[in-house]
């Protein structure tokens, strides 16, 4: 088979080594082969940036391995064509695995042009995901603090969550508060109710009423206080999240425009995808890559059903609410979704490929 490239080099990534084998093309049409075997501190990997460049190495691949693979591919990235391959498209021969034999195998693919590089998005658009990440991670732990202190109050016989529509609006968590301190009277905490809450003071006071002991108003301080830090927090991390997407203002206020896509599931949306839409050829293959497509599973000239493909980031499972400010009457998310044509181009991989 022809060479596609005269200078490559693969990379086997492990937690702690880096085995690189580069490949030379010389005149004679002959293989050069060179193994060599680094750290993954920064300094050790700044070696390995070194000699490749002192090699001529133009192409460096390798496999998008847990988390691994990114310091590496942050040092070399802007000096060579970089390559992130999905692991399973690159499977050696079964019996023949050695760090230095993936090393060989990638960089033999890779100089043959057999590598499908996968969706390695440009460093700002990696740092909001990084952003929109975290945040889904902190709505889970605030969830799950909530779900904790219902779980207490309901072993104290408080009923507040079966009369207020939200136990943790601006009346739940000053009741809440008041139950902690273990001052107020029933009565006293049902006259904080605003709103149309205060219509149903006469069902909170009899729910208020309970069997608070020093042990529920203990583990209901610290869980009060764990939520005020996970507000705070959510809140700072939202305004850098804003901050961040200055630059996508327009893609952002076009993604509003769909029915029940709040700022925070666009946000999502732009730090998945990207705002480059080149890097996906066809409406289908981005449909695949963000997982909204079914898998195929046919048999026998028979079409099973089949479960939607993997990393389906449009989930409400993965976003966290991602039907906020949408009424069941609007229905599910458009089926089409567009993002203006003159995006700024800059995204490195892929064709569909294993996300990063």
Not at 199 to 209: G, T, Y
Not at 342 to 349: L, N, V
């Amino acid at each position: 088979m022809e060479l596609q490239i005269q200078r490559g080099c693969g990379l086997d990534v492990h937690q702690a080594t880096v085995v690189a084998c580069l490949l030379t093309v010389l005149a004679d049409g002959k293989v050069k082969k060179q193994i060599r075997a680094f750290g993954t501190t920064t300094r050790e990997l700044l070696a390995l940036s070194q000699w490749l460049q002192g090699e001529g190495c133009t192409h460096v691949a390798m496999e998008s391995t847990g988390v691994y693979w990114k310091p590496v591919y942050a040092v070399l990235e802007g000096t060579f064509e970089l390559i992130v391959a999905n692991a399973q498209h690159i499977k050696n021969v079964p019996g023949r695995k050695t760090d230095v034999k993936d090393a060989e195998w990638i960089a033999d693919l890779l100089l043959h042009g057999l590598l499908r590089p996968s969706f390695v998005p440009p460093k700002p658009i990696r740092e909001l995901r990084d952003l929109t990440r975290y945040r889904r991670k902190l709505v889970e732990s605030r969830s799950a603090e909530r779900n904790r202190l219902l779980k207490v109050l309901e072993t104290a016989n408080i009923k507040l969550a079966s009369v207020a529509s939200d136990a943790f609006g601006v009346s739940g968590m000053q009741m809440l508060t008041a139950l902690a301190e273990g001052k107020a009277t029933p009565a006293e905490m049902a006259e904080l109710a605003k709103g149309r809450l205060r219509e149903k003071i006469p069902q909170l006071e009899p729910a208020l009423e309970g069997r608070m002991e020093e042990h529920h108003r203990y583990l209901l301080k610290l869980q009060l206080r764990r939520m005020r830090d996970l507000d705070q927090d959510l809140a700072e991390l939202e305004e850098r999240i804003q901050q961040r997407l200055e630059p996508y203002r327009e893609q952002l206020q076009l993604l509003e425009e769909i029915p029940g896509v709040d700022w925070t599931l666009a946000a999502v949306i732009i730090a998945e995808l990207g705002v480059d839409m080149k890097v996906f050829p066809t409406a289908s293959q981005l449909a695949s890559w963000a997982g909204v497509s079914p898998g195929n599973n046919e048999s026998a000239g028979k079409r099973r059903n089949a479960r939607v493909t993997k990393g389906n980031f449009l989930s409400e499972d993965r976003l966290g609410g991602g039907r906020a400010g949408r009424h069941p009457s609007q229905g599910n998310l458009p089926a089409r979704q567009v993002l203006p044509p003159e995006s700024p181009a800059g995204c490195e991989a892929s064709r569909g490929g294993h996300r990063s």
